[in-house]
Antibody, heavy 123, light 106 residues
Framework: QVTLRESGPALVKPTQTLTLTCTFS??????????VSWIRQSPGKALEWLAR???????YFSTSLKTRVTISKDTSKNQVVLTVTNMDPVDTATYYC???????????????WGQGTLVTVSS | SYELTQPPSVSVSPGQTATIPCSGN??????ASWYLQKPGQSPVLVIY???QRPSGIPERFSGSNSGNTATLTISGTQATDEADYYC?????????FGGGTRLTVL
């Protein structure tokens, strides 16, 4: 059974750095063609992809956020960590992590999602 | 930057067929995925690789993709299918989501 769970602060101040942890079970990031992505959703808005880390430690980032976002994994703990620097009220959103499998042609999708964690940016 | 466009809303009567389009430049050259999201819940994958259904997704959900448009079709729509639907594709190693379509079953 695949599960993912996001954890981190519910409230951060403007200019602070946000650190979120995705703890997962039912799969391993040591397995070829498995990846984990972070996706967020501002209240009442559409989904927005932030970053992806692959089984081989390759990393990919949203063009608009790549200067502020980092992603890392700890395969021994089954965790993926996302950091977002210089947080602003517009970054208020529910942040999701999602398992991201890759097929033999190199295409990806998001098949299992965490419950999400709401992060509010306010002083 | 690459964009995916969806109509904000689609309405359908129970038992009828709902069609939700997603348009993007040469989208047919990429693979599209579809996700449904009910209020207060996480998104759920309903279609991947244009037309593949994950296990547990009813057969009434189907997908296609050609030219500039990917389409999610829900046959025999049920009240429980009322949700927001998002299309998604990858462009240059970046995931792009459409703006979402609210499906209303009335």
């Amino acid at each position: 059974q695949v599960t993912l769970r996001e954890s981190g602060p519910a409230l951060v101040k403007p200019t602070q750095t946000l650190t979120l942890t995705c703890t997962f079970s039912g799969f391993s990031l040591n397995t070829s063609n498995l990846c984990v992505s972070w996706i967020r959703q501002s209240p009442g808005k559409a989904l927005e992809w932030l970053a992806r880390i692959d089984w081989n430690d390759d990393k990919y980032f949203s063009t608009s956020l790549k200067t502020r976002v980092t992603i890392s994994k700890d395969t021994s703990k089954n965790q993926v960590v996302l950091t977002v620097t210089n947080m602003d009220p517009v970054d208020t959103a529910t942040y999701y992590c999602a398992r991201t499998p890759r097929d033999s042609s190199g295409w990806y999708w998001f098949d299992y999602w965490g419950q999400g964690t709401l992060v509010t940016v306010s002083s | 930057s690459y964009e995916l466009t969806q109509p904000p809303s689609v309405s359908v009567s129970p038992g009828q067929t709902a069609t939700i389009p997603c348009s993007g430049n040469k989208l047919g050259d990429k693979y599209a995925s579809w996700y449904l999201q009910k209020p207060g819940q996480s998104p759920v994958l309903v279609i991947y690789l244009d037309s593949q259904r994950p296990s547990g997704i009813p057969e009434r959900f189907s997908g296609s993709n050609s030219g500039n448009t990917a389409t999610l079709t829900i046959s025999g729509t049920q009240a429980t299918d009322e949700a927001d639907y998002y299309c998604q594709a990858w462009d240059r190693s970046t995931a792009i989501f459409g703006g979402g379509t609210r499906l209303t079953v009335l």
